[in-house]
């Protein structure tokens, strides 16, 4: 079965900073891996996604992650956080020939000026 | 482009009053369709999904049901709502993709809150 821990489910970072959300894995299978935002009161926005190839992501905003299989990670990057990041962030997994996601349980982040 | 209609966006009812959610998908065919629920500081729980007209998977056994009368159209119900089904409601699409690959993307989510 597969599941997913989110560690923290708050972080805060000054406008500027780091951001790096956490997320590990557990799959029997090689997983699809995803990264969704939610504004308040909205829906969720995908974010990123790995599916095959490189283990490197790029998303949109500028957000990055990383597949590490030996780690069973796929943590959220940002170099640089903007007051307009602070939203809930969910990753999620999936195996091939699933029909749906499974979601941990969100981090929310707040940014602080 | 695909697109995700879902309404109403804010419902208010009673205890024991049925209830009816609509989504429509434009933009693609034979997607697959989801229904997930998510409570006040919680993430989401999968409800329904369909895979085609009449074809419903129910994931949490519960007093909500779901109906798929168009291959676009995604519908939950219930007959008599109680106060634990307040929530944000979230309905979703999906289309295959090759190697098994399914990313959902969702609508803007109805607020039901149950009084």
């Known amino acids: 079965a597969q599941s997913v821990t989110q560690l923290g489910s708050h972080v805060s970072v000054s406008e500027g900073a780091l951001v790096l959300l956490r997320c590990n894995y557990s799959s029997s299978v090689p997983p699809y891996l995803f990264w969704y935002v939610q504004y308040p009161n909205q829906g969720l926005q995908l974010l990123l996604k790995y599916t095959t190839g490189a283990t490197l992501v790029k998303g949109i905003n500028g957000f990055e992650a990383e597949f590490k299989k030996s780690e069973t990670s796929f943590h959220l990057t940002k170099p640089s956080a903007h007051m307009s990041d602070a939203a809930e962030y969910f990753c999620a997994v999936s195996e091939a020939g699933r029909r749906a996601l499974t979601f941990g349980s969100g981090t929310r982040l707040q940014v602080q000026p | 482009s695909q697109t995700i209609h879902q309404w109403p966006a804010t419902l208010v009812q009673p205890v024991g009053s049925p209830l009816s959610l609509e989504c429509t998908v434009e933009?693609?065919?034979?997607?697959?369709l989801y229904w997930y629920r998510q409570a006040a500081g919680r993430g989401l729980q999968l409800l329904f999904y369909s895979v085609g007209i009449g074809q419903i998977s129910s994931e949490v056994p519960q007093n909500l049901s779901a109906s798929r009368p168009q291959d676009r159209q995604f519908i939950l119900s219930s007959k008599k709502l109680l106060l634990s089904d307040s929530g944000f409601y979230l309905c979703a699409w999906s289309v295959w993709a090759p190697g098994g690959e399914n990313t959902i993307y969702f609508g803007e989510g109805s607020w039901l809150t149950v009084v």
């Open positions: 933009g693609t065919s034979n997607p697959n």
